[in-house]
């Protein structure tokens, strides 16, 4: 083998190294930055508006509903007040729960607050007065909820949404997906999870 096969080789060998350690060092900052636009929000409560980022040292569960939703969110909200329960004081102090309204026309948001916190103290309501913002922000949680007429019913509507519970950590970092109907063990160690213990 000539050395100028042999430099060649080299060079191949050093450009691959460089490629795979550039890989590997810009892949979490890629994905980091990809979850940042995808779970971001910009929301209204009735103290006043919110963003993910504002909740920056506690882990934050969101769930998507609506007030007149008579099963699947005061079941799913009950089983995460529940799971909560079980964690200390201590821990409970760094959690929070927001319940985000796809109903905006019918759930104010002084009656999304009393909602909200019925469940839970640590729990908060909130929602945008934007259906179509509403709609981008279920669809990049992979997501969705679209309003079902009751014909003959004094409520009008109803509305159909995913019920998955959405974990971010202290840092805001996504960290995990709990299923509507999950045991409750496995979502106390989600919530555990998220808080880094």
Do not use: W
Request: net charge positive; hydrophobic share 35%.
């Amino acid at each position: 083998m000539n050395s100028k096969v042999v430099k060649t080789f080299i060079f191949a060998f050093i450009a691959l190294g460089v490629l795979f350690i550039g890989i590997k060092v810009t892949k979490p900052m890629f994905e980091k930055h990809r979850d940042e636009v995808r779970y971001k929000f910009s929301l209204e409560t009735v103290d006043g508006p919110i963003k993910l980022e504002d909740f920056k040292g506690k882990v934050v569960a969101l769930y998507f509903g609506y007030m007149y939703c008579p099963d699947v969110c005061p079941t799913s909200l009950s089983r995460l007040s529940e799971a909560l329960n079980t964690l200390s004081d201590e821990e409970q102090k760094d959690f929070l729960g927001i319940f985000v309204s796809v109903d905006p026309k019918r759930d104010s948001l002084e009656h999304l607050k009393g909602y909200a916190s019925y469940f839970h103290k640590n729990f908060i309501g909130a929602t945008i007065d934007d259906e179509k913002y509403l709609h981008e922000l279920t669809e990049r949680y992979g997501g969705y909820f679209r309003k079902v007429k009751l014909e003959g019913s004094k409520m009008g509507y109803s509305v159909n949404h995913t019920s998955d519970i959405f974990l971010f950590d202290k840092s805001g970092n996504y960290s995990s997906k709990i299923p509507h109907m999950a045991k409750q063990e496995d979502m106390i160690s989600a919530l555990r999870k998220a808080e880094g213990r």
